[in-house]
Nanobody, 116 residues
Framework: VQLQASGGGLVQPGGSLRLSCVAS???????????MGWYRQAPGSQRELVAS???????NYTDAVKGRFTISRDNSRKTVYLQMNSLKPEDTAVYYC??????WGWGQGTQVTVSS
C-alpha cells in the first residue's frame, strides 16, 4: 500500500474528524512535489475529489465542503491531512488520498459516517 488513510469513524452531525494519509517508504522520494488530493466515494456514487493541495499551501475545495474542510500537508512526515468540521450526513463516505495524477494505488481508504 503506497498511501495509508486513517482517522475516520462515526461522528454526530456537527462534529469533527481529522484524517491523515501517510506515504509509504516506496514513494518517499517522489511525494513532496506532488499535488495531492482527498477523494471520497459514497455508496452508489462515483469517487469524487473534495480537496486538493498544490505546493505547500495552494488549496482547492469542492463547493460542498468549502468553509468546513481544510487540507494541509507535512512533507517532513510524508503526510497529508484533512480537517473536517461541521460534518453533515451527506459527508458519509469512504475517504481516500492520492496524487492528482492518480499515479498511486487507492488503498483501503477510511470510512467516515456522520449520523445521529
Amino acid at each position: 500500500v503506497q498511501l495509508q488513510a486513517s482517522g475516520g469513524g462515526l461522528v454526530q452531525p456537527g462534529g469533527s474528524l481529522r484524517l491523515s494519509c501517510v506515504a509509504s517508504r516506496s514513494i518517499f522520494s517522489t511525494f513532496a512535489p506532488k499535488a495531492m488530493g482527498w477523494y471520497r466515494q459514497a455508496p452508489g456514487s462515483q469517487r469524487e475529489l473534495v480537496a486538493s493541495i498544490h505546493g505547500r499551501s495552494t488549496t482547492n475545495y469542492t463547493d460542498a465542503v468549502k468553509g468546513r474542510f481544510t487540507i494541509s500537508r507535512d512533507n517532513s512526515r510524508k503526510t497529508v491531512y484533512l480537517q473536517m468540521n461541521s460534518l453533515k450526513p451527506e459527508d458519509t463516505a469512504v475517504y481516500y488520498c492520492n496524487s492528482l495524477s492518480l499515479e498511486w494505488g487507492w488503498g483501503q481508504g477510511t470510512q467516515v459516517t456522520v449520523s445521529s
